[in-house]
């Protein structure tokens, strides 16, 4: 089955630190990988996506690569600030079986400090 | 602007007591979903719907059930709560692209 795994948190940084947040994933078909942010005592948001490989999605200052021979969609910034502390969640959904719920990580929470 | 609601936001209920979560979608999209959010387990399937009358068990569906008779509309009830269905649950839909809108979440305490 298809599954979504995430680097633990928390991870602590410092303003203007580069962010970067592990996502590997197994799937069965050939997924579409999004990253999601939930701030606290709210709903996830779409942070940005991917369709197929190769593709860079980004918004925000934050991009991430979908990487077919790793499995990977690791999530980066170049410049991380208080305001992007939250819970980073991964995850895919799987077209080639029909299935368009999405598998998730566990969430990764990030502490920015000023 | 359209968007997806829940309510209600919290909820705290009795074991064994019946307790029905609403979700409302504005978007005319054909695809709902259930998910429960538990630390350490990030966000796990609950019950989908591809349509009107259409409705599927997710990973973590048992308890739990779901009816969808118009399009706007997916409420989820727990037949008989119990405390391992304390969490917090949110509502998602979509289009045929895949990416979700999520609702605000309600915080169930089940005591």
């Known amino acids: 089955g298809n599954s979504v795994t995430q680097m633990e948190g928390p991870v602590t940084l410092s303003e203007e630190a580069f962010l970067t947040i592990n996502c590997t994933y197994t799937a069965t078909g050939y997924p579409s990988l999004f990253w999601y942010v939930q701030y606290p005592g709210e709903g996830l948001q779409l942070l940005l996506k991917?369709?197929?490989?190769?593709d860079k999605g980004s918004n925000k200052g934050f991009e991430a690569t979908y990487r077919k021979e790793t499995t990977s969609f690791h999530l980066e910034k170049g410049s991380v600030q208080v305001s992007d502390s939250a819970v980073y969640f991964c995850a895919l959904s799987d077209r080639d079986t029909g299935r368009r719920a999405l598998t998730f990580g566990s969430g990764t929470r990030l502490q920015v400090q000023p | 602007d359209a968007e997806i609601t829940q309510s209600p936001r919290h909820k705290i209920t009795e074991t064994g007591r019946q307790v029905t979560l609403a979700c409302h979608q504005t978007w005319n999209h054909n695809n709902m979903f259930w998910y429960r959010q538990d630390l350490g387990h990030g966000l796990r399937l609950i019950h989908y719907s591809y349509g009107v009358q259409d409705t599927n068990k997710g990973e973590v569906s048992d308890g739990y059930s779901v009816s969808r008779s118009n399009t706007e509309d997916l409420p989820l009830t727990l037949e008989s709560a119990a405390s391992s269905q304390t969490s917090v649950y949110f509502c998602a839909s979509s289009r045929d692209n895949y990416e979700q809108y999520f609702g605000p979440g309600t915080r169930l305490t089940v005591t």
């Open positions: 991917a369709t197929k490989a190769d």
